[in-house]
């Protein structure tokens, strides 16, 4: 199996989640949100095909990381990719953060990305929105975008956002 990746995954990436993280970018996004903050990943034709194995590999040597962040691009484009790499670092004891311009709902209905979902411990989703644009949005560009606990969220059938990243 293959995933198409925007660039080389990210070490030590302290903006993506919380504590130090390795970010995979995944290539190709339908959203096409103005203003996006990485409008190189758009496309479905850019990036480089990467054995998943190799990601794997990859991932199995790192050293003093708290988690793996899936970001893009879109992944939940790339579902069936995502899950192999997810179901590895699982084993391998990560904390695993998305961030999908698809909201919560929409990926219930979505069988490939509701079996990589399993394996998430948090979602970010929504589409970026320059409107509502914020700094103080943590670990967000905008703040209609949701933080999830994707857990409590399968279990309701509803999105449970997490107390400590909602905006008053």
Known sequence: MEI?????????????????RTVI????????CPFCHNPETHSFEGGTIVPVQDIIEEIKSLELQDGITFSGGDPMMQPLACLEI???????????????????????N?????????????????????NLKSYSAKYRGSKNQRIIN????????????????IIK
Do not use: M
């Open 4 to 20: 198409r990746l925007a660039s080389p995954i990210q070490k030590d990436s302290v903006v993506d989640g919380p504590g130090i």
């Open 25 to 32: 970018w995944t290539q190709g996004c339908p959203h096409h």
């Open 86 to 108: 997810a179901k590895k670092c699982k084993e391998l004891g990560y904390n695993i953060w998305c961030y999908t311009g698809f909201l919560f709902e929409e990926l219930l």
């Open 110 to 130: 979505k069988p490939n990305c509701l079996e990589f979902l399993n394996y998430v411990d948090v979602l970010v989703d929504g589409k970026f929105d320059n």
């Open 150 to 165: 994707v857990k409590s969220s399968l279990k309701k059938k509803k999105a449970v956002c997490l107390r400590e990243y």
